[in-house]
């Protein structure tokens, strides 16, 4: 079996999931945090929204540099709603998609490396980056997301099993 088709259904499901998340965002509270350090409501999905869009530059390039030496760091444009938010993840889920169905093996065994301001921040091969800073961030911030719907008295989807919400998924 290639090394994409063993990681698809995982992708698949941790995808459908993070939708379903995005499907609550609250529309209304987009300016709200749970606390000063935290990033709004919209800040929060317009991340997951672009998140996979960094699984094909993975695949099609060897490095990112989050701020090469002399330029800014590229600002993310906000979403302003729910609608918007779930267009932008679907457009970024199907070339994503497509990016790691497409990927032999040995691509996806090469090296790829995080940089800032021209200094390698980490390097690990690209299956790993896509499990761990694609994948694994998107968990992570889809749990933010899930909190922040708690607190907002939005109710929690099932994503694993019930939630205190849902007792079915």
């Known amino acids: 079996m290639a090394l994409s088709e063993s990681l698809l259904p995982e992708f698949d499901h941790e995808t459908a999931n993070t939708r379903k998340t995005l499907e609550r965002a609250p529309e209304g509270r987009w300016d709200w945090k749970p606390h000063d350090k935290s990033m709004t409501v919209g800040g929060l999905t317009t991340h997951l929204a672009n998140l996979l869009s960094w699984a094909a530059t993975t ?9 090469p030496p002399g330029t800014k760091p590229p600002a ?4 302003g709603s729910r609608a918007e938010a779930l267009e932008t993840f679907d457009r970024n889920l199907r070339a994503a998609r ?12 090469a090296s790829w490396s995080l ?5 390698t921040l980490f390097s690990m091969p690209k299956i790993a980056v ?3 800073f694609v994948m694994n961030h998107m968990i992570h911030h889809r749990a933010q ?3 922040y719907l708690r607190l907002c008295d939005v109710p929690v989807p099932a994503l694993y099993g019930p939630s205190a919400d849902e007792q079915s998924f």
Not at 59 to 67: A, C
Not at 115 to 119: I, M
């Open 130 to 132: 896509l499990r761990s």
């Open 59 to 67: 695949i099609e390039e060897d490095s990112f540099d989050m701020g």
């Open 98 to 109: 497509e990016a790691i169905a497409g990927a032999s093996d040995e691509m996806l065994m």
């Open 115 to 119: 940089k800032a301001g021209g200094q």
């Open 145 to 147: 997301l899930g909190v």
């Open 76 to 79: 993310m444009q906000a979403l």
